[in-house]
């Protein structure tokens, strides 16, 4: 579904990621781990076109390096920042409905809204409360909600456990592999390493804007030399 070969961002002299080349086939959950500041939000930014990145993003068979973020999105490409990012001033019903934006079929937008207010129903009671006044939690919740209104056949959710109680964590976690199930590619960076492996099919590690490692979730999940190496314990 996705093949990224030699892409580098850059910011004005720094070089945040060095040629990282990547791949995530249809239905996988591949995680992305890493220490701060290795590049994983650069990575997943060039490939939504955030940022420009010089190298070749496929997606779909089809090269996108070139285009702008919304036809990235139109071709099914979907992101959710780290920090979530819901309009705070607009209501949840409102947040919902932008993340439709590229949706014209009235029944379709119809039909994804009582999907995803059904899988999370705490965003059915708090419908037109205002965004910002959610628990982060919630709004890490509408976040990923409102990425999925545009029907993305690959999403990629930057740190969405970052700054979450444990029991809040495991419950996103338990939504992500509901989309999982659902058929839906994931690209995910995370902090929360061990989770993210319990889910995960594969896990590249990068840091300093190289990828250091590739491989099957479960070898690095049971081998903790791997893990110190890359991710220091
Ligand atoms: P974290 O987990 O801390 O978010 P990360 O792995 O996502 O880190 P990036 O955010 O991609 O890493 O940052 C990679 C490098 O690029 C870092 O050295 C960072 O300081 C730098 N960087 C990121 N964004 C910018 C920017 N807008 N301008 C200048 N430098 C930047």
Partial sequence: MLSVESLSVRYGAIRALHGASIRVGAGEFVALLGPNGAGKTSLISGIAGLVAAEGSVVFK???????????????????TPEGRHVFANLTVAENLRLG??????????AADLDKYLTLFPILKSRYNQLAGTLSGGEQQMLAIARSMMSRPSLLMLDEPSLGLAPRI???????????????????????????????????????????????????LREDPRLIDLYLGG
């Fill in 61 to 79: 068979d089809k090269q996108i390096v070139r285009l702008p973020t919304e036809d990235r999105v139109r071709r099914g490409l979907s992101m």
């Fill in 100 to 109: 439709a934006a590229i949706q014209t079929d009235r029944a379709a937008f």
């Fill in 169 to 219: 964590v495991a419950q996103i976690f338990d939504y992500i592999a509901i989309l999982k199930a659902e058929g839906v590619t994931l690209l995910v960076v995370e902090q929360n390493v061990m989770q993210a492996l319990k889910i995960a099919d594969r896990a590249y590690v990068i840091s300093s804007g190289v990828i250091r490692h590739e491989g099957p979730a479960q070898e």
